[in-house]
C-alpha cells in the first residue's frame, strides 16, 4: 500500500524531470483544451487506481477496526459514484471530444475526498 504510493509518487517525480529536461518546454498555455483534458485524465485514472489498490488490499482484511470498515464503507460508495463520471469523461477523450468543467469538477471532488480517507493501525 504505501510501496504503490511511493512508486506513483516516483513515477510522477521521473516523469516532470523528464518534462524538464525536454527542449521544448511543456507549459499550460501551449496545450489544447483536448491535450489538457488528456493530462487531467491520467492524473484521474492513475490517482483512482492507486486508491482502488488500497481500497482492495484493506477489504480483504479481517482485523480492521469498526472505523476502518466504516471508512472502506464510504470510499466504496465514492468509487460507485465517480467510477462511471471517470468512464464517461474518457470515453468523451478518446472521442476527440473535450469533456465539461462541470464533469471534471465532479471527479476531481470526489478524487479529492477518496485521497482525503486515511486508513490507520488495524491489528
Known amino acids: 500500500m504505501i510501496a504503490k504510493r511511493v512508486a ?7 516523469l516532470a524531470i523528464c518534462v524538464a529536461g525536454c527542449p521544448k518546454s511543456l507549459k ?8 489538457k483534458a488528456k493530462l487531467t485524465a491520467t492524473w484521474i485514472n ?4 492507486a486508491q482502488y489498490d488500497d481500497y482492495q488490499s484493506m477489504v480483504v482484511r479481517s482485523d480492521l477496526t469498526e472505523a476502518q470498515k466504516q471508512i472502506l464503507r464510504a470510499k466504496y460508495d465514492i468509487f460507485q459514484e465517480v ?23 465532479q471527479i476531481v471532488g470526489l478524487i479529492n475526498d477518496l485521497q482525503q ?6 491489528g
Open 8 to 14: 506513483l509518487l516516483v513515477l510522477v517525480m521521473v
Open 28 to 35: 499550460e498555455e501551449d496545450l489544447t483544451p483536448l491535450e
Open 46 to 49: 492513475d490517482t483512482y487506481t
Open 83 to 105: 467510477d462511471p463520471l471517470r468512464k464517461r469523461f474518457n470515453e468523451l477523450i478518446d472521442q476527440g471530444l473535450v469533456p465539461d468543467r462541470e464533469l471534471e469538477a
Open 117 to 122: 480517507m486515511v486508513l490507520t493501525g488495524g
